[in-house]
């Protein structure tokens, strides 16, 4: 069975830092699209960065040199580390796996909650 | 960057309706078009693919139609789980992007 489970959430003062995780299970990180998606309270859904299968990163330009997306294969894990963090970023925070190498995302987490507020 | 508009913003119709809602792209993007379906407080489901593709899983009354800029999500006859927020995305270039949602809503 495939799960996706997201950690790391807190309350955090404007300018700070924090890593997200992603731990997987049931499929190999490594070879799959990931990405993160985010929900601002009350707003849509809006893509914040992707891994592909062969190791290239994509980030949404607001997230451009403030957020970085790695993954560890080893630990099967996805991360997020966002630097420079604005009261806008707040928002629940998902990773979702693409499906077939492809960004169709057919698995999501239960999301972490990130609030920046001083 | 590419931008998708949804309409309507609020859908209210009753069980056993038809639902018809709208995502339409800013430029052409081919048929690489997703439909998502999310409940409050749920993390969001895969309901259709590339415009027209159900997933697995998917009941038959969720259908998709469109390419090049204008797509429909058309559910044939809402059952009472089918009250929720939709969303298309598309995957046609980089920066991926999502529409602002659709709610469809109990009239």
């Known amino acids: 069975e495939v799960q996706l489970v997201e950690s790391g959430g807190d309350l955090i003062p404007p300018w700070g830092s924090l890593r997200l995780s992603c731990a997987a299970s049931?499929?190999?990180?490594?070879?799959?699209?990931m990405a993160w998606v985010r929900q601002a309270p009350g707003k849509g859904l809006e893509w914040v960065s992707s891994?592909?299968?062969?190791?290239?990163?994509f980030y949404a330009d607001s997230m451009k040199g403030r957020f970085i997306v790695s993954r560890d294969n080893s630990m099967n894990t996805l991360y997020l580390q966002m630097n420079s963090l604005r009261v806008e970023d707040t928002a629940v925070y998902y990773c979702?796996?693409?499906?077939?190498?492809?960004?169709?995302?057919?698995?999501w987490g239960q999301g972490t909650l990130v609030t920046v507020s001083s | 960057e590419i931008v998708l508009t949804q309409s309507p913003a609020t859908l209210s119709l009753s069980p056993g309706e038809r639902a018809t809602l709208s995502c339409r792209a800013s430029?052409?993007?081919?048929?690489?078009l997703v439909w998502y379906q999310q409940k409050p407080g749920q993390a969001p489901r895969l309901l259709i693919y590339?415009?027209?593709n159900r997933a697995t899983g998917i009941p038959a009354r969720f259908s998709g139609s469109g390419s090049g800029t204008d797509f429909t999500l058309t559910v044939s006859s809402l059952a009472p789980e089918d009250f929720a927020f939709y969303y298309c995305?598309?995957?046609?270039?980089?920066?991926?992007?999502f529409g602002g949602g659709t709610k469809v809503e109990i009239k």
């Open positions: 979702a796996r693409g499906s077939s190498s492809a960004s169709i995302f057919d698995s």
């Open positions: 049931g499929f190999t990180v490594s070879n799959k699209y």
């Open positions: 891994v592909t299968g062969g190791g290239g990163t």
């Open positions: 430029q052409s993007i081919g048929t690489y």
């Open positions: 590339d415009a027209s």
């Open positions: 995305q598309q995957r046609s270039d980089w920066p991926l992007s």
